[in-house]
């Protein structure tokens, strides 16, 4: 077959955990080594290195003109690469398409809890949402819990899913290096939006009293979060240190010198950090929101979303019992192990295959 995979913006300035769920795809797709020809349509020329694979390029777009490309000249370079199927793997697939179409939704928490996003964003992404899984023959899921979601709130879905979950790079994130910060530090890895409930972690964090580790925060800052005058509160009175964005060589250093990754979020679509995170021996943390439980299994330390005291107790008993600690990192190696990148491509791989199989058979 004659795959197309279209990854727009995979260069952008402020990287999500889309973009890098993505980037991991491509990387391992392209290693799978596998006897299908592929097309990338992307502003990303190094990820895929095989000779099998072609890469058209796409710039780096803003919202306006990636607005245009997707709904005006998409299909038509689908149809100009003479494409079997092609993967859209931002949750839009085109109108026209002259093949048919695998999508991918990473979550659809703008329809669970609307409260976290603006009215337009919602009227527009509802209305693409539904089109677009209307138009493709499988729509991927990053999670069960996302599959779930997505058929409750979309009847268009129905039939049409496949849970497949994301993964990590074990090896990379097992050789850590050195830490860029002294610990002891909880750390907090993502975009600070509403919805991530860093406020919550603040809380939680004000209760723990003196001698309890500081918390880094590493990620950029959604402008409408509201969270930069506690931020800012909380680093002058040493109880925060805020890195921004940190670089893929210094992330599994930061994982590896934490006490835990905290991470309470109150929807997930999969959660990457609490895997990282895991796969670096670092304690996790988390809420038993959304998908977080999939991505934790059974090696987390869990606690109901919003709870802010028993956050905070979550904190305590790991930051003060060395023992549980090490059973948390044991338990966290062994559940990353368990999701890697490979066998996420070969997952998608098989979606591929099944919808090729299915195509010559009506043909046929």
């Known amino acids: ?9 995979l260069r952008t300035s402020a990287p999500t955990g889309v973009e890098r769920a993505v980037e991991e795809l491509l990387r391992a797709l392209a290693a799978l080594g596998s006897g299908h020809d592929f097309v990338l349509l992307s502003d990303a020329a190094d990820l895929a290195r095989s000779p099998r694979w072609r890469h058209v390029p796409v710039p780096s777009m803003g919202w306006l003109r990636r607005l245009r490309y997707d709904h005006r000249l998409l299909a ?23 093949c048919p179409a695998v999508v991918t939704v ?8 609307p409260e976290f996003y603006p009215w337009w964003w919602r009227g527009y992404w509802r209305r693409a949402l539904e089109r677009s899984v209307a138009r493709a023959r499988t729509v ?18 129905r039939g049409k899913t496949a849970a497949v979950p994301c993964g990590v790079d074990a090896r990379r ?16 890895v993502g975009t600070v ?13 004000g209760t723990l009293g003196e001698g309890a580790p500081p918390l880094v925060v590493a990620g950029g800052v959604d402008p409408h979060a509201g969270h930069g005058r506690r931020l800012e509160a909380a680093a002058a009175a040493g109880k925060l240190r805020f890195l921004r964005r940190v670089g893929d060589a210094e992330l599994p250093g930061l994982y590896a010198g934490a006490t835990a990754l905290v991470y309470p979020s109150l929807y997930e679509g999969f959660g990457l950090p609490v895997l ?8 996790v ?25 028993a956050l905070a107790q979550a904190m305590r008993r790991v930051a003060g019992e060395p023992e549980l600690r090490r059973e948390l990192a044991r338990r966290g190696r062994a559940r990353a192990a368990e999701l890697s990148w490979a066998r996420t491509a070969e997952r998608t791989l098989e979606v591929y295959e099944r919808l090729g199989r299915h195509e010559t058979a009506a043909r046929a």
């Open 1 to 9: 077959m004659r795959i197309g995979i279209y990854a727009p913006n």
């Open 76 to 98: 038509r370079a689908a149809a100009e690469e003479r494409l079997d199927l092609l993967h859209c793997t931002k949750s839009f697939v085109p109108e026209g398409l002259a």
């Open 106 to 113: 990473y979550d659809v928490i703008f329809l669970k809890r």
């Open 140 to 157: 991927v899921c990053i999670s069960e819990t996302t599959a779930r979601d997505l058929e409750d709130a979309v009847p268009a879905a």
């Open 173 to 188: 994130f097992a050789e850590p290096g050195r830490p860029p910060v002294e610990g002891p530090y909880f750390l907090w």
């Open 193 to 205: 939006t509403a919805r991530k409930n860093l406020d919550g972690l603040l809380d939680a964090l």
């Open 276 to 283: 990282e995170a895991m796969a670096s021996g670092c304690p």
């Open 285 to 309: 943390i988390a809420s038993r929101a959304g998908a977080i439980p999939e991505a934790a299994g059974e090696a987390g330390l869990l606690v109901e979303p919003g709870d802010r005291a």
